[in-house]
């Protein structure tokens, strides 16, 4: 919880009190101080030390507002993007990522920056039965920092992320196609299907794509197709209840296709 005196500098038109500040005796004095710039960075490191991300933000968004030619000015520009995503604070944790990155783009740090951004939209994905534009920017992102620095560690997680994401936005299609598919939609069914098998084909979720390709071609009247795909899944995924559900539709509805 927030002290009363943190609450005031919250308040406060200027975040930019001393780590000391919060015992002082003038606690109404949150007004613009204009202070040298190791005692700003430190100040908010302090905070962030702490755990008090907002205001950590705060004052190392001040390092740059008064010092924005120092050498501390790059590096807080960091340090704020970091606490505002500690903060949960994603919006402005991006902006101040790409601010670092407009200014600095060929810094040692900058796959530091691109991690972040990154981090920042992969945090925010939804569940599958919601828009998926945050998913998609969040594999925009890892795309991008995976193809600017390879051989990072930043980028190694970043792989670990893009499956994850790939099977988020497979997912997606798939509860859409189900939903045509109760509605008798049966050709908009097999292109979310389809999506899934060609664009998403490392996921989990392949194999149900293609038992349910089978029960749509089917109903669609063209079990020839339906049989091509109960034979990929019979190749892929010989051992799944899918393969099993698409073999039964086949013997049962397709004997001599």
């Not at 994401?165 to 497979?170: G, I, K, P, Q, R």
């Not at 063209?222 to 091509?228: F, G, H, M, N, V």
């Not at 034979?231 to 001599?256: D, H, M, Q």
Request: glycine share 6%; with cysteine; proline share 3%.
């Amino acid at each position: 919880m927030l002290t009363k005196t943190m609450m005031r500098l919250g308040a406060a038109a200027a975040l930019v009190l001393l780590a000391g500040c919060a015992t002082s005796k003038n606690k109404a004095d949150t007004q613009y101080v204009a202070r040298d710039v190791s005692t700003l960075y430190n100040a908010g490191k302090y905070r962030l030390d702490r755990g008090q991300y907002k205001l950590a933000a705060a004052l190392f968004d001040e390092v740059e507002r008064q010092h924005p030619y120092s050498p501390w000015a790059r590096r807080a520009q960091l340090m704020s993007a970091f606490s505002y995503y500690m903060n949960r604070n994603y919006n402005e944790s991006i902006g101040a990522a790409q601010r670092f990155l407009s200014i600095h783009t060929g810094n040692k740090d900058a796959s530091y920056a691109y991690y972040l951004i990154a981090l920042c939209y992969y945090e925010q994905i939804a569940d599958v039965t919601r828009d998926q534009k945050i998913t998609q920017q969040a594999l925009d992102s890892l795309g991008e920092l995976i193809r600017r620095y390879p051989d990072t560690r930043y980028a190694s997680d970043a792989r670990l992320k893009v499956d994850l994401v790939n099977d988020h936005l497979a997912g997606k299609e798939m509860e859409i196609g189900r939903f045509y598919q109760r509605r008798g939609q049966w050709l908009a069914a097999t292109l979310r299907f389809r999506t899934v098998i060609d664009k998403f084909q490392t996921t989990t979720h392949t194999p149900e794509a293609l038992e349910r390709l089978v029960e749509s071609y089917l109903a669609l009247g063209i079990p020839d197709e339906a049989k091509k795909a109960a034979a990929v899944l019979g190749a892929n995924y010989p051992g799944t209840k899918w393969y099993e559900r698409s073999f039964k539709l086949i013997r049962e509805y397709a004997p001599k296709a």
